[in-house]
């Protein structure tokens, strides 16, 4: 935990959102849209949505990266120290720092097999969850730390299973690296909150930026580090995240085509218009701050942008009883992505759909291995 503003971000922001982290903001709920706006949504069409067009995926590609990548990667060199490194008799994990967006250095947790590489590898992005003190600790057990081992030990039994993602991949002979997204883990003061969110993505978007803009270009830094191991073959890595991780690996997928081979996404595929009914939770608790780019709906649906993916290989989790995400809208964007894949490629597009609603339980992550062992020719 960074004992000065200068821990998350370099000065000439820090200081500002360093304050901005302290005080929080209370906003007051809203109920959704009325009918009138509810019809004209339903109506609404993104000026590039899918079209099965030459040209078409270019132009969506350059409009979504300047749209979602704010403010994107300047090339600093990544600078990685390694601060921690443990022994977990198969595979070491090591906690890392390296620099990431606007000059900030942020921690890591590493996972490398101890078999000779180079070895395919996987960026794993964390979930939401309105719990702000554990992020990459979701994913990988962190090193040296009992408190946030016990806290990310009771969120990995409850959506898990009780399996730490990072863990059950690195066995599998792969690569893993996962960030604290910016207001989580060590990128938070301790008493974050819910209602700190909405200052948080408004003092951002006063400087020009956007909360979940520099989450995605982290996410690319991280990409990008992770791609420039030693030890990891560039030609075979993946994304893969759960719940807000899901919209991050496929936004990064979709974004990034010559850097990510293949995408896992669990929990997170919606049309827009599903998302924005009344009662939503995009509509509620602030949480929706963290993943809403300032201009993107006029232009591309959650869709339109996964569908950049194709045809690289895309696996998608979804559940009639997920509760945060309508079933006959999930059903609509991901008849919406099917368009994207078609011909002899029409099979890397895979959809589980499983019975447990949120989570991603020792089942599906058995698939999700099984799956990413065939694109990467790797034993599972």
Same mark, same amino acid.
């Given at each position: 935990?960074?004992?000065?503003?200068?821990?998350?971000?370099?000065?000439a922001v820090s200081?500002?959102?360093?304050?901005?982290?302290?005080?929080?903001?209370a906003?007051?709920s809203?109920?959704?849209?009325?009918?009138?706006v509810r019809?004209q949504?339903a109506?609404?069409?993104?000026?590039?949505?899918?079209?099965?067009?030459?040209?078409?995926? %270019?132009?969506?590609?350059?409009?979504?990266?300047?749209?979602?990548?704010q403010?994107?990667d300047?090339?600093?060199?990544?600078?990685?120290?390694?601060?921690?490194?443990?022994?977990?008799?198969?595979?070491?994990a090591?906690r890392?720092q390296?620099?990431?967006?606007?000059?900030?250095?942020v921690?890591?947790?590493?996972?490398?097999?101890?078999?000779?590489?180079?070895h395919?590898?996987?960026l794993?992005?964390?979930?939401? @969850?309105?719990?702000?003190?554990i @992020?990459?600790?979701k994913?990988?057990?962190?090193?040296?730390?009992?408190?946030?081992?016990?806290?990310?030990?009771?969120w990995?039994?409850?959506?898990?299973?009780g399996?730490w993602?990072?863990e059950?991949?690195v066995?599998?002979?792969?690569?893993v690296?996962?960030? %604290?997204a910016?207001?989580? @883990?060590?990128r938070?003061r301790?008493?974050f909150?819910r209602?700190?969110q909405?200052?948080?993505?408004a003092?951002?978007?006063?400087?020009g930026?956007?909360?979940?803009?520099?989450?995605?270009? %982290?996410d690319?830094?991280?990409?990008?580090?992770?791609?420039?191991?030693?030890?990891?073959?560039?030609?075979r890595?993946a994304?893969?995240?759960?719940?807000?991780?899901?919209?991050?690996?496929?936004?990064?997928a979709?974004?990034?085509?010559?850097?990510?081979?293949?995408?896992?996404?669990?929990?997170?595929m919606?049309?827009?218009?599903?998302?924005?009914?009344?009662?939503?939770?995009?509509?509620?608790g602030?949480?929706?701050?963290?993943?809403?780019?300032? @201009?993107?709906?006029?232009?591309?649906?959650?869709?339109?942008?996964?569908?950049l993916i194709?045809?690289?290989?895309?696996?998608?989790?979804?559940s009639?009883?997920?509760?945060?995400?309508p079933?006959?809208?999930v059903?609509?964007?991901?008849?919406?992505?099917?368009r994207?894949?078609?011909?002899?490629?029409?099979?890397?597009?895979?959809?589980?759909?499983?019975?447990?609603?949120?989570?991603l339980?020792e089942?599906?992550?058995?698939q999700?291995l099984?799956?990413?062992?065939?694109?990467?020719?790797?034993?599972a």
């Open positions: 935990m960074p004992d000065s503003p200068e821990g998350l971000l370099n000065p200081r500002r959102l360093w304050a901005v982290l302290a005080l929080g903001a906003a007051p809203w109920a959704g849209l009325d009918d009138e019809a949504q109506a609404y069409r993104p000026r590039l949505a899918w079209q099965p067009t030459p040209g078409w995926a %270019d132009e969506a590609r350059a409009v979504a990266r300047r749209l979602v990548l403010p994107g300047d090339g600093t060199p990544f600078h990685p120290d390694t601060l921690a490194t443990e022994d977990r008799g198969d595979h070491w090591e890392l390296f620099t990431a967006t606007l000059g900030q250095r921690g890591a947790l590493h996972l490398r097999p101890k078999a000779p590489g180079p395919p590898a996987v794993l992005l964390h979930d939401h @969850g309105a719990r702000f003190d @992020g990459k600790e994913l990988i057990r962190p090193i040296g730390d009992p408190a946030r081992e016990t806290a990310a030990r009771a990995v039994q409850r959506y898990f299973d399996v993602l990072g059950r991949l066995r599998a002979g792969h690569a690296l996962a960030i %604290d910016l207001g989580w @883990g060590e938070a301790p008493d909150a209602d700190d909405q200052a948080l993505a003092h951002l978007q006063q400087l930026l956007s909360w979940a803009g520099l989450i995605a270009s %982290d690319l830094r991280a990409l990008r580090c992770l791609r420039a191991q030693a030890h990891v073959d560039p030609q890595v994304t893969m995240g759960f719940s807000m991780g899901a919209l991050r690996a496929w936004q990064l979709a974004l990034a085509p010559e850097e990510v081979q293949a995408c896992v996404a669990a929990h997170w919606c049309t827009r218009e599903g998302l924005l009914r009344p009662g939503g939770h995009t509509l509620q602030q949480s929706a701050y963290a993943m809403l780019h300032p @201009g993107l709906a006029a232009e591309l649906d959650h869709p339109d942008v996964a569908a194709a045809p690289r290989p895309l696996l998608l989790f979804a009639p009883t997920d509760r945060l995400f079933w006959d809208a059903q609509d964007g991901l008849r919406q992505l099917s994207a894949w078609s011909g002899p490629k029409a099979a890397n597009l895979s959809v589980r759909i499983t019975p447990d609603g949120h989570r339980g089942g599906a992550q058995r999700a099984a799956w990413l062992a065939a694109c990467f020719q790797a034993p």
